[in-house]
């Protein structure tokens, strides 16, 4: 029996009792996955920095659960939220660097999204329907999809799932409450394990390295970064002035387990670069006037 065939059985069964356990009551189900930074701050300014030290989670809480066909443990891994402010001398967002570190490298394979929420994060909808093959979200959810995949319908802004009501007898759509507010995923750093859409419970790809999502450029003008062992880090270029979240998690089930470390924290103008931009203005004032001396 193929994936597909197991999803339509499994949903067609439980869709009667899950109907009923849907109700705004039973949102914001990573409410005790929430964590914050150190100095409870959730502002970025220019110039500024927001730290989560001492953190925990699973070593396999990003992928590599076999349990959950490799999928994320939503309850296992962290999430974290932030508010990018425009930099006030440009008008402009603000290239943001976001680092996750094991404090032993060898013990933890971090890997983490980030995500463009309208407000923030409220932790999502509980409707217990998005039901998968080891199960339903976001218990077990895709964290390396776009907002809208299978497996992130939980997470999104006026989302909705159909499931058929044995006793109605009829298909029942439940939508989400306030607490989904995700608009898109930006992208994704993955220092573990990789897993292919036919052994995933989403049928998502997860790869090893730094990868974009739809709402890339969207929300920034461009991202980079990179992996290695026990640290994942990316850049997201004059990132735009909203919400955002992170949800983070280890990799890799082979390992021990560690405590890590999360940084948020804006990239200065180069001084070179601020230098030459400072000639430029120079340059530009002396020859405006040599034209206009008379």
């Given at each position: 029996?193929?994936?597909t065939?197991?999803?339509?059985?499994?949903?067609?069964?439980?869709g009667?009792a899950l109907?009923?356990?849907a109700?705004?009551?039973?949102?914001g189900?990573v409410d005790?996955?929430?964590?914050?930074?150190d100095?409870?701050?959730?502002t970025?300014?220019?110039g500024?920095?927001l730290s989560?030290?001492?953190q925990?989670?699973?070593?396999?809480?990003?992928?590599?659960?076999?349990?959950?066909n490799?999928?994320a443990?939503?309850?296992?891994?962290?999430w974290?939220?932030?508010?990018?402010?425009?930099?006030?001398?440009t008008?402009?967002?603000?290239?943001?660097k976001?680092?996750?570190?094991?404090?032993?490298?060898?013990d933890?394979s971090?890997?983490f999204?980030v995500?463009?929420t309208?407000?923030q994060?409220k932790g999502?909808?509980?409707?217990?329907?998005?039901t998968?093959i080891?199960?339903?979200?976001?218990?077990n959810?895709?964290?390396?999809?776009?907002?809208?995949d299978?497996g992130?319908i939980w997470?999104k802004q006026g989302g909705?799932?159909?499931?058929?009501?044995?006793?109605l007898d009829?298909?029942?759509?439940v939508t989400?409450?306030?607490?989904s507010?995700?608009?898109a995923?930006?992208?994704?750093?993955n220092s573990?394990?990789e897993h292919d859409?036919?052994?995933?419970?989403?049928?998502?790809?997860?790869?090893n390295g730094?990868?974009?999502?739809?709402?890339?450029?969207t929300y920034?003008?461009?991202?980079?970064?990179?992996?290695?062992m026990?640290?994942?880090?990316?850049?997201?270029?004059?990132?735009k002035?909203?919400?955002?979240?992170?949800?983070v998690?280890?990799?890799?089930?082979?390992?021990?387990?560690s405590?890590?470390?999360?940084?948020v924290?804006?990239?200065?103008?180069?001084?070179?670069?601020?230098?030459?931009?400072?000639?430029?203005?120079?340059?530009?004032?002396?020859?405006r006037?040599?034209?206009?001396k008379v």
């Open positions: 029996m193929n994936k065939t197991q999803l339509s059985i499994k949903t067609a069964i439980t009667l109907t009923f356990a109700s705004p009551t039973s949102a189900t005790n996955a929430m964590r914050l930074f100095n409870k701050a959730t970025l300014e220019a500024g920095i989560a030290t001492i925990s989670s699973t070593s396999h809480s990003y992928t590599d659960n076999p349990r959950l490799h999928s443990w939503g309850h296992a891994g962290r974290y939220n932030f508010e990018v402010d425009v930099d006030t001398n008008g402009t967002g603000i290239d943001t976001i680092n996750v570190t094991a404090n032993n490298k060898s933890l971090p890997a999204t995500y463009r309208d407000g994060w999502g909808t509980a409707t217990k329907i998005e998968g080891t199960g339903n979200t976001p218990h959810f895709n964290a390396t999809g776009n907002i809208g299978n992130t997470m909705s799932i159909t499931v058929y009501d044995f006793l009829k298909d029942v759509t989400n409450t306030a607490d507010n995700a608009i995923t930006l992208a994704y750093a573990g394990q859409t036919d052994v995933t419970n989403w049928g998502e790809e997860i790869f730094v990868y974009t999502r739809d709402g890339e450029l920034s003008d461009g991202i980079t970064g990179n992996v290695g026990g640290t994942a880090e990316m850049t997201l270029i004059n990132l002035k909203g919400w955002y979240t992170i949800y998690g280890g990799a890799d089930a082979a390992k021990l387990n405590k890590f470390s999360v940084t924290s804006s990239v200065p103008v180069p001084t070179a670069v601020y230098l030459f931009g400072t000639g430029l203005l120079g340059l530009f004032s002396a020859r006037k040599s034209l206009t």
